[in-house]
């Protein structure tokens, strides 16, 4: 089986790994953009481990989602403040904003130009400034992938700026970041962190190689995430949770993803809905959909004993089925108290336009068998 595989050039993991970020950084540039959460303060720590091996920098705080707006704004405060490296400290929107900023200093022009969707989806000219990825969220992966989610104020969707060239040379992941966590954060990323285990495994571009990572990160998901969700100074569960999440990361970048984000992108630039959560609603919906739609039109596809081990996985059981694993994963939401769509004001009225823009977003075409509109909009009635 043909299969491509790329991720950052370095991942360093390990709990307390955060105090080498200082020499890293030292070995990459001299000043560093640091993009932060609207919290700055937090990223203390590895602003004392900068000063202390002589690197300078400036903080650019992502006060939500990653905008284009915010994004060149960061790119204005990188060239003012003469910074050679950009290092991401945060959860998936930071670390992606600081993955945008780091490829838009070095190539001019209109960033929607290189988004795609939305834009010409033009390809990266010059190589991005040197990017260094501290998560502290366990659940997008986003230190070890290859694009950045950003949102358009004006077309009200969440589309990708992507490239190889865009994976960080260093991903620092240091599961003692998450510790303090709060539980409904722990759960929607960790959700989020599941999902990209899953959907990789069953997408039309699973492989040899993100296969092991995926069935590792499953089982650690089913084994830990509760536990982390309930006792958030649990070391053991936080570490399995950054390894899923680091491990779906790894996944996505390199076999695609599905239905689930391919709904997320457009219900999170359309309502202020958290990435997370609404791949958690999502996620037991698009399972049962797609168990249906290739079991009347691809009965023979292999997917189906795939997600067969899924639920075997999931729930622990060796009889376990493809529906089992649904129903898992459904009431794990509702133990985790994932809220339904129609909180964040989704409503019937508005499923046409979901279900046209998620059709076109990038995501659904690595969906295991392609959905049809009615299809697409019966699973939005479930998770509403």
């Not at 970020?21 to 990459?28: D, K, N, R, S, V």
């Not at 929107?93 to 780091?102: E, N």
Request: proline share 8%.
């Amino acid at each position: 089986m043909p299969f491509d595989f790329a991720t950052a050039t370095q991942i360093i993991f390990g709990a307390g790994r955060l105090k080498e970020a200082g020499a890293l950084a030292a070995g990459m540039g001299r000043r560093a953009l640091v993009v932060t959460t609207d919290m700055p303060e937090r990223a203390a720590p590895l602003f004392e481990a900068l000063t202390a091996h002589g690197v300078d920098y400036k903080a650019f705080p992502i006060l939500e989602e990653p905008t284009v707006e915010r994004v060149k704004m960061g790119v204005a405060q990188l060239r003012e403040s003469d910074c050679n490296l950009v290092i991401g400290i945060g959860g998936g929107s930071v670390l992606d904003a600081g993955k945008a900023i780091a490829a838009l200093a070095t190539n001019p022009g209109d960033p929607v130009d290189y988004l795609e969707v939305i834009g010409a989806g033009k390809p990266l000219a010059a190589a991005p400034l040197p990017y260094l990825a501290i998560p502290t969220t366990a659940g997008t992966g986003a230190e070890v992938t290859r694009n950045a989610v950003l949102a358009s104020t004006e077309h009200k969707v969440k589309v990708s700026l992507r490239s190889l060239a865009m994976l960080p040379k260093v991903a620092l992941i240091d599961p003692e970041l998450t510790y303090s966590l709060p539980p409904n954060v722990t759960a929607s990323t960790g959700m989020d962190a599941l999902t990209q285990c899953l959907e990789p495994y069953v997408s039309n571009a699973a492989s040899p190689m993100t296969d092991p990572l995926c069935l590792d990160g499953m089982r650690r998901a089913a084994r830990s995430l509760r536990q982390a969700y309930e006792f958030g100074q649990d070391a053991a569960a936080r570490e399995d949770m950054a390894l899923v999440s680091l491990f779906g990361g790894l996944a996505l970048a390199n076999a695609k993803l599905g239905a689930v984000h391919g709904f997320a992108g457009p219900l999170g630039g359309m309502y202020p809905i958290p990435h997370g959560v609404a791949c958690a609603t999502l996620l037991p919906h698009v399972m049962e959909m797609n168990l249906r739609a290739l079991r009347t039109r691809a009965p023979d596809s292999p997917t189906l004993s795939r997600y067969d081990e899924v639920a075997r996985i999931l729930t622990g059981r060796a009889d376990a089925t493809a529906a089992d694993g649904a129903a898992w994963a459904r009431e794990l939401g509702q133990s985790l108290g994932i809220p339904p769509l129609s909180n964040y004001g989704v409503r019937r009225e508005h499923f046409p336009e979901i279900v046209d823009k998620s059709a076109r977003a990038s995501s659904m075409k690595g969906n295991p068998i392609p959905l049809t509109a009615d299809e697409l909009a019966e699973i939005l009635e479930q998770a509403l």
